[in-house]
């Protein structure tokens, strides 16, 4: 990973657009969808583990991806349906905290996502933006719901155009609608192995949120630049 300042660094790419991932990082401060539900099992009294919890959160992803009626669902629907499948497994004591779990789980999406709207407002004065995520479907949607939507050039759901990240043919789709090339990008995300790995692979530049040491980066000649909250990104394209 360089060492310079990422100002310098950005300064060098000569960067034209800046695209994110949603979850975990517009609508998580760094944290994935998986560790947040975690955190709020517990915090209602849930005695779960990780591991636990990760086949039935599986379970649920693939059940929104194969739901017909999910790109009609805003946010909160997509929420309340996700940890009500996550609940067909886990059952017990989850399941009666399931509602309060969606609940919290929401607001505290919602929060974030007006922190990212306000950092994404300042970055569109100066570069495109995008999203590019692994999604249902609906991804227009909930960015259209968070006021996000309207400040995007590029929305790429993996849903709608039948790849997945990391595949790089996502980041050409996003590439497509923004008009520049990979050495002309950046891509924003939490997760090593799908935003990092993938990115690099299609010949964007990268940032990694990682908002904690706790997560030492698994191979750092793919991460141009590690950031600890979204509004570091800010300070990039001074």
Not at 12 to 41: E, I, N, S
Not at 67 to 89: A, I, S, Y
Not at 182 to 198: E, T
Not at 204 to 231: F, G, H, I
Request: proline share 5%; charged share 20%; glycine share 8%.
């Amino acid at each position: 990973m360089s060492a310079v300042s990422p100002a310098a660094l950005f300064g060098a790419m000569k960067v034209r657009a800046v695209c994110f991932d949603y979850g975990g990082t517009l609508d998580g401060h760094g944290t994935h969808w998986l560790p947040h539900f975690f955190a709020l099992y517990r915090a209602a009294g849930v005695a779960l583990t990780f591991e636990q919890l990760r086949p039935a959160f599986d379970y649920a992803t693939q059940r929104g991806y194969a739901d017909p009626d999910m790109p009609r669902r805003g946010l909160q629907h997509l929420v309340e349906c996700h940890v009500r499948w996550q609940v067909e497994v886990l059952g017990g004591d989850a399941a009666a905290v399931g509602e309060h779990v969606a609940r919290q789980f929401v607001a505290e999406s919602r929060a974030a996502l007006v922190e990212s709207r306000a950092v994404l407002t300042r970055l569109r004065r100066r570069v495109a933006l995008g999203v590019i995520s692994n999604f249902y479907g609906n991804l227009d949607r909930v960015l259209a719901e968070a006021g996000i939507g309207e400040l995007l050039t590029a929305i790429v759901d993996s849903t709608r155009v039948g790849v997945s990240k990391p595949d790089p043919a996502i980041f050409a789709v996003a590439l497509q609608q923004l008009g520049c090339t990979a050495a002309d990008a950046l891509y924003v995300g939490d997760s090593f192995d799908k935003d990092i790995v993938g990115a690099r692979a299609a010949g964007w530049r990268t940032a990694w949120l990682a908002p904690t040491d706790e997560r030492p980066c698994p191979a750092p000649d793919l991460v141009d630049v590690r950031v600890r909250r979204l509004a570091d990104v800010e300070a990039l394209v001074e």
